[in-house]
C-alpha cells in the first residue's frame, strides 16, 4: 500500500487527471480575466479539480469573470465545497482558504498557498485515498503522513499553519 501511494507522490500532474472525475472550468474566457496568477488559472483550465464526493470535496468552479465578495470586502472565486467549508480562492494572491459554512468553525481555514498547490494536493489525494480505503492496514496511517510531508515540501505554508484544512483531513487535527 505504501509503495503504491509513494508511486503517485512521484508521478507528474498530467497522469493524475481522470477525465470523467474532473471538474472543468465552464468559461475559458471569464477564467482568464480571474483575478489571481496566470500559474493558477492556467492549472484550473488544463487539469480542473477531482471530485472526491467520499471524502466530502464537490467542485464547483466559479463560473464568471467577477469575483465573490465575503462580507468584510475579501474578493474571491469559489472552488467548491469541502467539508462544512466553501474553497475560496482570495483575489488577487490565489490564495486557497476555507470559509466555513457551519457555526460550529469559528474562523477561514487555510488550504493552500495558490490554486495549483491544491490542484496537485486535490489529484494526489484523490487517488490515495482510494488505495487507503482499499485494505484495512497500519499503512495507511504512513501514506496520509506521507501525502502530508509531500504538500507541505511544495507548500511550506500548509506546515506554518496552526489550522490548516490538509492538517486536519490527513492527520486528523
Known amino acids: 500500500m505504501r509503495d503504491r501511494a509513494r508511486e503517485i507522490l512521484a508521478r507528474p ?17 471569464a477564467l482568464n480575466r480571474w483575478l489571481v496568477p496566470a500559474r493558477d488559472r492556467a492549472a484550473l483550465e488544463r ?20 469575483p465573490d465578495e465575503l462580507e468584510d470586502g475579501r474578493g474571491y472565486y469559489g472552488l467548491g465545497i469541502w467539508l462544512d467549508l466553501e474553497l475560496a480562492a482570495a483575489v488577487p494572491s490565489g490564495q486557497v482558504w476555507g470559509i466555513p459554512l457551519t457555526q460550529w468553525r469559528q474562523s477561514d481555514v487555510f ?31 504512513a501514506c496520509l503522513r506521507d501525502l502530508f510531508e509531500f504538500i507541505v515540501k511544495r507548500d511550506a505554508d500548509v506546515a506554518a499553519q496552526r489550522h490548516s484544512l490538509w492538517r486536519e483531513v490527513l492527520l486528523g487535527g
Not at 498557498?113 to 490542484?119: A, D, H, N, Q, R
Open 13 to 29: 500532474q498530467a497522469e493524475l487527471v481522470v477525465p470523467t472525475d474532473r471538474t472543468a472550468v465552464e468559461d475559458p474566457l
Open 47 to 66: 487539469w480542473g479539480l477531482p471530485l472526491i464526493e467520499r471524502y466530502g470535496l464537490v467542485s464547483n468552479i466559479h463560473a464568471g469573470e467577477r
Open 111 to 141: 488550504v493552500n498557498s495558490s490554486i495549483s498547490g491544491l490542484i496537485d494536493s486535490a489529484w494526489r489525494w484523490y487517488w490515495i485515498s482510494g488505495i487507503i480505503n482499499s485494505a484495512d492496514s497500519i499503512d495507511r496511517y
